[in-house]
């Protein structure tokens, strides 16, 4: 987990509240336009692009792991809401994209540069993956 427990739990808040979110951006092979070379589009997984802290954090939520802690610092659980209450949160948006994979490191690259800071290294290894892409395309 790039987020601490505290950043999780916030997030989580910032939802209950109604708060939103910038859309979570998954690759999703509709085509074999966008596949590696020799694979079947359709064998492959969707990936998340960009989104994967507020994923997990939401998953935590739901499995019983985090609280949302809301802007007056009050704790409140999954476990406390009803199964109406558990319905669709119109905060969240996915948005499924199916792009080359120089596009995809161009992406990622803008998306995660700020907020909970990646690595160097991280960074670094999407730049060399970018190149990569650039020489072979």
Do not use: M, S
Not at 5 to 28: D, S, V
Not at 50 to 59: H, K, P, T, V
Not at 109 to 116: A, E, Q
Request: proline share 3%; glycine share 8%.
């Amino acid at each position: 987990h790039a987020w601490t427990k505290h950043q999780a739990e916030a997030f989580i808040g910032h939802l209950l509240e109604g708060g939103q979110t910038t859309p979570i951006f998954i690759q999703r092979y509709d085509t074999e336009k966008n596949a590696p070379a020799g694979v079947d589009y359709l064998d492959l997984a969707p990936e998340v692009i960009d989104g994967q802290q507020r994923l997990r954090a939401l998953y935590r939520f739901i499995k019983g792991e985090i609280a949302g802690e809301l802007t007056d610092g009050t704790r409140v659980w999954y476990r406390d809401f009803n199964e109406k209450q558990r319905g669709p949160n119109n905060n969240i948006v996915v948005a499924y994209v199916d792009i080359d994979r120089e596009t995809k490191l161009r992406f990622y690259l803008k998306l995660n540069r700020g907020g909970t800071v990646h690595t160097e290294e991280e960074i670094q290894r999407v730049r060399n993956l970018l190149a990569q892409e650039e020489t072979n395309g």
